[in-house]
């Protein structure tokens, strides 16, 4: 049995997508979540839907009840509440008998300087200590969270961030969904650390040109102080401790934090990584 935990969001719903379409039978594959009508239409198609909460270390120990492989996809949050919950979920994989547990990370988990990496090192580290086969999925930025909001930069004619010249190795949500279902639906990933990545690393002045070529409106690109950036995130309507939270992350961006690349996530899902104009291009569609 395949266990996949926080399995509504977006991230686990392209998981199990990808889970189907590689042949795993549905009755093979348990979807666990908070309110199971969020899965109502993969619980139709034959997957196990069942209700689990990370903040319920009970609960989750009957979802994982007879899981040979489980992905742990890392939970929202402040940085307290998710290393939190984290440790429930990993406790509660030690007690279910959980056979490999996978976890989703961050790059250089080890080293890494963004403030917010202390809660995947220390998660890594309870993993190691539980003694139970691990593979860590060490997923780099998700293109989505770059083009999310590219109308509004169309409409004003800038991207903003605090990033200034640094670059990441972007990759989409669907790449790395793909990298965790070959790694649940294979064989002999226990005991490996992917450093997971796009094919090529793109500063935001990159993504702002292949928006504007694309647009047919020139966006440029706007770099600002940490402070403001956080504040204009406030002012979208992100939580604070969120905004400052992705204002610092930005900042150790254009340090050079996310800037490696690895051929490891290509090599996992068999093909090239999703391209800046592919990404780029769906997110105008959206």
Do not use: C
């Not at 990370?105 to 080890?110: D, L």
């Not at 989409?172 to 005991?191: F, I, P, Q, S, T």
């Amino acid at each position: 049995m395949i266990v996949i935990t926080a399995a509504s969001g977006q991230l686990g719903r392209l998981t199990l997508e990808d889970l189907l379409s590689r042949g795993v039978p549905a009755g093979e594959i348990r979807a666990v979540v908070r309110e199971r009508a969020k899965l109502a239409d993969f619980a139709e198609r034959g997957v196990e839907v069942l209700e689990g909460d990370y903040t319920d270390r009970e609960s989750l120990v009957k979802a994982l009840a007879g899981a040979e492989k489980y992905l742990l996809i890392s939970s929202a949050g402040s940085d307290e509440d998710r290393i939190g919950h984290h440790l429930n979920a990993i406790a509660a994989a030690r007690e279910a008998g959980v056979g490999h547990l996978v976890y989703t990370s961050i790059p250089e988990a080890e080293t890494n300087p963004i403030g917010f990496a202390w809660v995947h090192r220390d998660t890594e580290k309870a993993i190691r200590e539980s003694g139970l086969p691990f593979t860590f999925l060490r997923n780099n930025w998700y293109f989505e969270n770059a083009t999310g909001s590219l109308g509004a930069a169309v409409e004003h004619g800038a991207l903003i961030g605090a990033a200034g010249e640094g670059r990441v190795g972007y990759a989409a949500r669907a790449d790395y969904a793909a990298a965790a279902a070959a790694v649940l639906a294979g064989e002999g990933h226990e005991g490996q650390v992917y450093e997971l990545t796009g094919d090529v690393a793109i500063s935001q002045a990159d993504l702002a040109a292949e928006v504007s070529r694309q647009s047919g409106k020139e966006v440029g690109f706007v770099n600002l102080p940490e402070g403001e950036y956080a504040k204009a995130l406030e002012g979208f309507g992100l939580p604070s401790f969120l905004a400052a939270a992705l204002a610092e992350a930005d900042v150790r961006i254009s340090e050079g934090a996310l800037a490696a690349t690895t051929d490891t996530l290509a090599t996992l899902i068999g093909r090239p990584t999703t391209t800046l104009a592919d990404a780029v291009a769906q997110g105008l569609r959206a």
